[in-house]
């Protein structure tokens, strides 16, 4: 009867734990994919000095693996103004698509802390990120709030980034856009701004 006693403490103490680990790992080891309908990326121009627009990327894909590297891509000809032609512009004009038809963001997050987290709750980090564009890259801070769900986890930046023309080799391009618009000025610093949701599957 005692070994039967110990032998039904030791289930009731070692089950929970065992569960733990195993979801621990799984979280751990999941691949996290990008569900592009329920994500956004927009950056902000500013125009003729005092006009500011706001424009959207409707193309993203993404994976997060089990090391925690982030890599989301953005296909460039999809950039939506709302304004047709200048849509084809500044696919054209601005990022060649023709050579460079995607954007890549690059960075690591934590994973094993973004996997002790509760659906429901929040961690907030400091991710370097990497953005390379028209053949050109530039190192960003990014500030990131990060909320896990019960299938994955969403990202949303706390504070815009800011983008400068030169630091990706943009510089001409906003130049022939301000030209065949004939408008006196359009900023060289944009801020950009996203919620990125992934999904987990394995």
Do not use: C, Y
């Not at 906003?174 to 801020?191: H, K, T, W």
Request: no cysteine; charged share 15%.
């Amino acid at each position: 009867m005692a070994i039967m006693s110990l032998l039904r403490s030791a289930k009731l103490f070692f089950t929970p734990l065992v569960l733990s680990a195993l979801l621990f790992a799984n979280a751990a080891s999941a691949h996290w994919s990008l569900d592009n309908e329920a994500s956004v990326l927009s950056f902000v121009t500013v125009k003729a000095e005092h006009v500011a627009e706001v424009h959207t990327f409707d193309v993203l894909s993404g994976t997060i693996d089990d090391a925690g590297d982030v890599v989301i891509s953005i296909q460039l000809a999809s950039v939506n103004t709302l304004i047709p032609i200048r849509n084809e512009r500044m696919q054209a004009m601005l990022f060649e698509t023709n050579l460079f038809p995607q954007a890549t963001i690059t960075g690591n997050v934590d994973i094993q802390a973004l996997a002790k987290l509760a659906a429901g709750e929040s961690q907030r980090a400091q991710v370097e990120i990497q953005l390379s564009l028209h053949g050109s890259s530039s190192t960003l801070m990014a500030d990131l709030m990060i909320n896990r769900t019960s299938d994955g986890l969403v990202a949303t930046t706390v504070k815009p980034l800011i983008v400068t023309a030169d630091s990706v080799g943009l510089v001409a391009g906003v130049e022939q856009l301000r030209e065949v618009a004939g408008l006196p000025s359009i900023s060289r610093s944009v801020p950009v701004s996203f919620t990125v949701v992934f999904d987990q599957g394995h």
